[in-house]
């Protein structure tokens, strides 16, 4: 499966974005889907996660409460919205498939998107 995240983009603090991530290949309603994010001299750190069906959902304790992810499996597209952002928040945000229902390690993400640049100014 190919995936292709999108949406990302400079803010202000306090401030929303909607990332987008499409996905094309193998059945997309079949994979556990993710967003990951990287600031510059961290590692990869888990954001939020959603289930096959999209019953499911999981948080960073980071973001919990101001994130929320959502999938339409009609459209093979995986969301994040993103309220109340801090500067904190700044990173590469990457989505990630699964070959499993729901997942918060890196290590049980087989495929990833190329990664979209959240900048969150104060």
């Known amino acids: 499966v190919q995936l292709q995240a999108s949406g990302g983009g400079l803010v202000q603090a306090g401030g929303s974005l909607r990332l987008s991530c499409a996905a094309s290949?193998?059945?997309?309603?079949?994979?556990?889907m993710g967003w990951f994010r990287q600031a510059p001299g961290k590692e990869r750190e888990f954001v939020a996660a959603i289930s096959w069906t999209g019953s499911a959902t999981y948080y960073a304790d980071s973001v919990k409460g101001r994130f929320t992810i959502s999938r339409d499996n009609a459209k093979n597209t995986v969301y994040l919205q993103m309220n109340s952002l801090k500067p904190e928040d700044t990173a590469v945000y990457y989505c990630?498939?699964?070959?499993?229902?729901?997942?918060?390690?890196?290590?049980?993400?087989?495929?990833w998107g190329q990664g979209t640049q959240v900048t969150v100014s104060s």
């Open positions: 990630a498939a699964g070959e499993m229902d729901i997942g918060a390690v890196v290590n049980q993400y087989n495929y």
């Open positions: 290949g193998r059945t997309f309603s079949s994979y556990g």
